[in-house]
Structure formats: structure tokens, C-alpha cells
């Protein structure tokens, strides 16, 4: 087993941030298991070929509760009222909490989501002017109405609720980030203070009775999150793809049931999640060719295991008619996306909505990207819609 202090660590640098393909790819050949700086200077072991990413997803030895870490990279830091979500939960506490949310969770509930979802993506469509920014105009309100519509808030409070999502996911500045989780904060815990005294037949609603306080402002508040950005960069990175290939939408607009395959092709090939999120081992574990010792930052890198050649035959290639597609997008195992079959709808009728409406839609000049180590999505998309169709 080579000595872990002999090898050198990643660096998340802009080389790495403007082409992460490459770089895991480059990773991926040179062994399963890296030592890595994360962007705040603290040490993680970064897997990277798929076999180990999806055992690692499922392996209960990696806690996700950051009690039992030994003080390395913990990822985003929230106040104690929001840190009882299931992201941060292991088993006995996260099944508990997840069946109570997944009763709540339906495909029934999220299907008859359906013409809602439909309604504002037609909507935000019809507004969108002859040369649009797909991003700023679609692709980032269109999950956030759907998540306020899940929540059961006010339209009205849906502009504030992106700003302050936007301040604290894509941080700009620390103290900009810290005023928006407070108000962020101040919000949700009135929120709930309302469904408890009037329940409707929302979601937070139907799990109140069961929850306390602090879990039921931790699942709104992880449900916001998750349900936000993941979905506004697979459509902005999926429209990247699409435009790319305009036979394929057309013959998505002559068979809208290929987006299902689509969108699972989008997924792999342009994850926008880089990272799952990171991991505690309880005990020293064996992974690849390394040992971890237990409370070390363990992080599986989702994207990276997307393009594993003995995984996926032709891995760089988009491929909207793969057959098998097992990717990881959504996670494996305990913690697999609770949000997945909402996601899927989102991006099925968000992509499908414009390219019925917009078939000649073309790119207007080059995407702007945004890369994190931990996501990468367009932060702009310039298109020209071409003609409307109904
Ligand atoms: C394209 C969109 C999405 C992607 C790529 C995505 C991806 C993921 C992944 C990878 C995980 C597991 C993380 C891990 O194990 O480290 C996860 C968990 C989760 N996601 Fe999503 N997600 C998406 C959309 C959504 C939506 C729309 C919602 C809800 C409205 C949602 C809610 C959740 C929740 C609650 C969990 C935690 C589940 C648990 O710990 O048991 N996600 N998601």
C-alpha cells in the first residue's frame, strides 16, 4: 500500500476548475484514491473511479454526521436549528427521519406536482425576450417555484428566497452569506410557526405533527437547498448539451419519451454535482489501495466516476439512447436523492417546455461557466429563441 504522506495532494486549482474532465480523468488512471486540499486548506481523501464512489455511497462505515470527524473538512456550516437534516444524519436518527419525509415524499404528491411544473415552466417561457439569458430566465426560477410550491410558501416571498439561497450556496462574500442564512433562517421558522397553527395539504404540513421544531426547519431548509441549485445547473449544463445537438431535439420534439433517456444521459455526462457530500469513516477503512484512518474527510467524486471507462462504454460520449445508464447522479444507497422523481420531472418538462417552444433555438455566444470543487454549472446561457411554436 504506498505511504500516504509520500503522495502529493490535489489542488482544486483554475487549471482543475476550468477542465475537472480531464483532471479526473488523469486522476482516474493514476489509482482510485487521492490525497486533496479542499479550497479552505484542509486535507481529504478524494475518490475517483466508480467501483469505489458507488461502494462508498452505500457504506455505512462513512458517517455523515460530522460528530465523527476528527476536524477536517466539514463543508457548509450551518446553525445548530438547520444541522438535524438527513445530510448530516446516520442511521438509526436518518431512517427515522427519512421514512417520516419519504411518507410525505410520494410519486403521487410529486406527480400531481405535474401541471403545476408545466404551468410555470410555460410561463416563464412565454416571458423569456427574442435573445434570453436561459439561465437567469428559466433555469433559476423555474426550480425555485416549484420548490415554494412543494413548501407551500407565497409567491409573493419567492424573490427574497432566491436571493438569500443564492447568497448562501454561491458565496460571494462571508458576511453576505452569514445575513442571508439569518434571514433565511427567520423566514423558515416562521413559516413553520404558521403551519403548525393553520395546516394546508402541503408537505411541511403533513410531516409537522411528527417532527420537532428544529427537525422540521432542518428538512425545509435541505429541501430548499437540495431541491435549488442541483436542478438549475442539469438544465442549464443539459441546454448545453441539446443546443449542441440539434438533431437530437428535433427528434425530441417528434418523441418527447426519449427525454426520460435524456435527462439520465444529461446527468452522467454533465453532472453538474462534482462531490457527494463528504464523509467520516467510524473506523480505519480500506478503500482502493489506501487506508483511511477513521475521522479523516472522505469525498466521492460523483462526476469523476461518471466517466469511468469500466463502468460506461464510451464515457465522453453523450448518448441520449445508452441502454444501461447506472450512474450516480442521484446518489446510491441510504441517502439516494429523496428529491429524485421531483428532479426528473422538473427536467423533463423544463427541457421538454422550451424545445417544443423553441425548436430553432440556438446558442447567441459562449456560456459562462461556474466551478466550484464541489458543482459546475452555466452561470449564463445567451440564446436566440428563434420563431414561437405552441
Ligand atoms: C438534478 C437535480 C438533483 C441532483 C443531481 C441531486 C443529487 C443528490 C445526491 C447525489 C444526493 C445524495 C448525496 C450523498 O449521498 O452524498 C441527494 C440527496 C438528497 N436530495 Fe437531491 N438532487 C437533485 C434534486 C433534488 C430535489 C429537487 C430535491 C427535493 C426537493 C432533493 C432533495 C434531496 C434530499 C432531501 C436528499 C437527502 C436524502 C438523504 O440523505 O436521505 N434533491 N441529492
Known sequence: ???????????????FLNDPVCAYARL????????????????????????????GLGDPRL???KANSSGGYHGLSLPPALDRNLLNLDAPEHTRLRRLLGRAFTPRRVEALRPEVARIADELAAALPAEADLVAGYAVPLPIRVICALLGVDPADVTDFRAWTDAVLMPTDPD????AMRSLYGYLASLIAAKRAAPGDDLLS????????????????????????????????????????????????ASPSLLASTVDEILRHASPLQLAIRRFPVEDVVIGDVEIPAGDT??????????????????DTFDANRGENPHVAFGHGPHFCL?????????????????RRFP???????????????????ATLPVILGGRER
Open 1 to 15: 500500500m504506498p505511504d500516504p504522506a509520500q503522495i502529493d495532494p490535489v489542488h482544486f486549482d483554475a487549471d
Open 28 to 55: 482516474r488512471e493514476a489509482g482510485p484514491v487521492h490525497r486533496a486540499n479542499s479550497p479552505d486548506g484542509a486535507s481529504i481523501w478524494l475518490v475517483t473511479r466508480y467501483a469505489e464512489v458507488k461502494a
Open 63 to 65: 458517517s455523515l454526521d
Open 176 to 179: 453576505a452569506a452569514r445575513e
Open 206 to 253: 403533513v410531516v409537522a405533527p411528527e417532527l420537532t421544531d428544529d427537525e422540521l426547519l432542518s428538512a425545509a431548509f435541505l429541501l430548499l437547498l437540495a431541491g435549488y441549485e442541483n436542478v438549475v445547473y442539469t438544465l442549464g449544463n443539459g441546454l448545453v448539451e441539446l443546443l449542441a445537438r440539434p438533431s437530437l431535439c428535433a427528434s425530441l420534439v
Open 298 to 315: 472522505v469525498m466521492l467524486a460523483v462526476a469523476s466516476a461518471h466517466r469511468d471507462p469500466s463502468a460506461f462504454a464510451s464515457p
Open 339 to 355: 428529491g429524485a422523481p421531483l428532479a426528473r420531472l422538473e427536467l423533463e418538462v423544463g427541457l421538454g417546455t422550451l424545445l
Open 360 to 378: 430553432r433555438m440556438s446558442l447567441a455566444g459562449a456560456p459562462r461557466w461556474r466551478s466550484s470543487f464541489r458543482s459546475r454549472g452555466t
